[in-house]
């Protein structure tokens, strides 16, 4: 069974780091792509843009122009899990992070949510003073 739990979401203070976690059980992270999404209050989840998104080969990432800069993927083959390291945190990146599994080893073009089959419960964010 596919599963994805996010974890390591919180309050934080603007200009603040966060580094959250995607544990992955029922496959293997060489075999597909992982992207992390994000759902901003009043918004839709699945139709959006991935935020960031690491291919299974050779750790291929990609970003979206917003993120580039404050933003990082990575991966622990060995643990299955995939973390998104956030710095610089502002009030707008309030929202739930999810993490979601697509169907091929490298990440679409264009990582839009409607294409990925899998998705994890999400993890909190809140950056506030």
């Known amino acids: 069974q596919v599963q994805l739990v996010e974890s390591g979401g919180g309050l934080v203070q603007p200009g603040g780091s966060l580094r959250l976690s995607c544990a992955a059980s029922g496959f293997t992270l060489d075999r597909y792509a992982i992207a992390w999404f994000r759902q901003s209050p009043g918004k839709e989840r699945e139709d959006g843009e991935a935020?960031?998104?690491?291919?299974?080969?050779?750790?291929?990432?990609y970003y979206s122009d917003s993120m580039k800069g404050r933003f990082a993927i990575s991966r622990d083959i060995d643990k299955n899990t995939v973390y998104l390291q956030m710095d610089s945190l502002k009030p707008e990146d309030t929202a739930v992070y999810y993490c979601?599994?697509?169907?091929?080893?490298?990440?679409?073009?264009?990582?839009?949510?409607?294409?990925?089959?899998?998705w994890g419960q999400g993890t909190q964010v809140s950056v506030s003073s």
């Open positions: 979601a599994r697509y169907g091929l080893k490298f990440c679409p073009s264009v990582p839009a949510g409607s294409l990925f089959s899998s």
């Open positions: 935020i960031s998104c690491i291919s299974s080969v050779n750790g291929i990432t």
